[in-house]
């Protein structure tokens, strides 16, 4: 043991931190795994388990446990009384029962109540449960600490509202907050609800308690007003907004000029289209690492024809078009690539999709893949491409096209090509594509495809290059490709074993489509890793 002293109170301080960040990286780990099913993380049952071990791990792991909190039940907790039994879902009876008992004026009491608050710094509140009961209590307690906080290391606040005229926890806003979320409590209690939101309040309140505010998430649909725009400039630290909101072009040009943006999700009313790109001035947003927006061709590449992004790194774009209107998508990628820069850039998302079937629409050219991605090829570092065509529209490529792409993007961890089919006048790529990915993307993990050419057969048996630790690899089905020969589906799941042998195959959902070329292939696959995973290990 080390002898008392200044040493020792270091080594202690120093055991701390580490326990800290250790406990701090496993949660977060935990919650960030949490929607793709894989949870290795600590979870809540785990850092109570830590801070019942010992003295050294119990204020750590409390204060990891007390740092996000759900609801405000743990606190009201802390001022129940002893006879009376907590509740697992927060009632009206029970607070009162709390605020009745006014235990916060007991000085014991109190100060355990202070030394847990003072540990949250991320609340998610739902006003679905008790609002004017958890209110009125959050009201006194605040007028019982002076007027102040008592979480007064609370950065984020997510507000589920009971309606759209609730206002009653307004009060918790305070000079602290950065980050706020706002949505309903029930998204489908009550259509009125989305049609009848009133922001103003919230907003103003918001903008008087909160001035350091950050980071502002709207999660209510809502045409956005011109004195929204006016509000939300007045947050002079406002780095991050998202929201399925809708601008105009004249309040769009207002909002980014009067803020400096990090991250912005928005959409484009589509009205914004104007009759010359040069009719929207040059937006400079130096700082913008990451953009969402939604709205018409014509609209979305005005905006990328004004806009000069430099740091964007990560950029979806959603179009939705009219079936009938004449769009042009090779201006709109070319306008994207002239708006930033090709080697900063890291993750590109592109959907497009119609706003309404029209049957027997005229269908237009097919566009030959090779054209539509040629301004964005220089984009070396890119990791993420994604390609969503929901539309009239059909692409061709050839092999070579691929062979093309990822010799310049050789540092994809993810590229995904949903569309339903190539144009029907040109052959479809073959498998080799895929020899061409195991080649050049050796970070790849994720691979998405149209229908490639099952009976193809030409494929480079000698001279195959090492296992590629690609996870999941998905290639869609033509309907009108019913029939493979075993042989086919044989020797097609003989080459993607031995060039893909970590794929998951449980991923694919089969239905009873067991005939279609791909899904037989797959089914494979599956069939032979099952076989291999059971047989006897002689080893």
Not at 280 to 305: A, D, G, H, Y
Not at 340 to 351: G, K
Request: net charge neutral; hydrophobic share 40%.
């Amino acid at each position: 043991m080390s002898p008392p002293g200044s040493l020792s109170g270091q080594r202690v301080l120093d055991t701390y931190d580490v326990l800290l960040k250790i406990l701090e990286d496993g949660h977060r780990s935990s919650h960030q795994s949490h929607g793709r099913r894989i949870d290795h993380g600590l979870a809540q049952r785990d850092l109570a388990a830590c801070a019942r071990a010992c003295r050294a791990f119990r204020e750590p792991a409390l204060r990891i446990l007390w740092s996000q909190i759900d609801s405000l039940l743990p606190l009201w907790h802390l001022l129940s009384p002893a006879a009376l039994p907590p509740p697992k879902v927060c009632t009206e009876e029970y607070i009162n029962l709390v605020a009745e008992a006014k235990l916060y004026e007991d000085r014991d009491h109190w100060g355990r109540f202070l030394g847990y608050a003072k540990l949250v710094r991320r609340l998610s509140y739902d006003s679905y449960e008790c609002a004017d009961a958890q209110a009125y209590l959050f009201k006194v307690l605040l007028e019982h600490n002076g007027g102040e906080s008592f979480m007064p290391s609370l950065r984020a606040i997510e507000w589920k509202r009971g309606s759209s005229q609730d206002y009653s926890f307004a009060v918790a806003f305070c000079p602290g907050i950065v980050e706020v979320t706002l949505s309903f409590a029930r998204h489908g209690s009550s259509a009125q609800l989305w049609r009848d939101v009133d922001l103003k309040p919230i907003l103003q309140r918001l903008r008087e308690a909160s001035p350091a505010l950050e980071a502002l998430h709207l999660r209510i649909p809502t045409q956005v007003e011109s004195w929204i725009v006016d509000v939300l400039v007045q947050f002079p630290r406002l780095r991050k907004l998202y929201g399925p909101f809708t601008l105009d072009a004249p309040s769009f040009v207002t909002l980014v000029s009067k803020l400096d943006f990090v991250s912005l999700h928005g959409s484009l009313s589509s009205d914004s289209t104007t009759s010359t790109a040069t009719s929207i001035p040059l937006i400079r947003m130096k700082n913008l690492r990451e953009l969402r927006i939604q709205s018409c061709c014509q609209s979305v590449t005005q905006l990328f024809n004004a806009l000069d992004a430099p740091d964007l790194r990560s950029l979806t774009v959603c179009i939705i078009d009219n079936p009938t209107s004449t769009v042009d998508y090779p201006a709109f990628v070319e306008a994207i690539a002239t708006a930033v820069s090709a080697d900063v850039m890291r993750s590109l998302i592109l959907e497009i999709r119609l706003q309404h079937y029209t049957p027997h629409a005229s269908r237009p050219a097919p566009i030959p893949l090779a054209t539509l991605l040629h301004p964005i090829l220089p984009m070396q570092n890119l990791e993420t491409f994604e390609l969503k065509f929901g539309g009239r529209l059909q692409l061709s490529a050839t092999n070579e096209t691929f062979a093309d792409i990822t010799q310049r993007w050789c540092a994809l961890r993810s590229f995904s090509l949903s569309i339903r089919d190539w144009h029907p006048d040109g052959p479809p790529p073959t498998p080799a594509i895929l020899m061409s990915f195991a080649r050049a993307c050796p970070d790849l993990r994720e691979l998405v495809l149209p229908y490639l050419d099952h009976r193809a057969l030409d494929l480079p048996f000698g001279g195959m290059p090492d296992p590629h630790p690609l996870l999941h690899l998905d290639i869609l089905d033509r309907l009108t490709e019913r029939e493979s020969t075993n042989e086919e589906s044989a020797r097609m799941t003989t080459y993607i074993h031995r060039l893909f042998p970590s794929i998951d195959p449980g991923f694919r959902h089969y239905g009873r489509n067991y005939e279609l070329a791909w899904t037989k292939v797959f089914h494979r696959i599956k069939m032979l890793r099952e076989a291999m995973s059971s047989a006897p290990d002689l080893a």
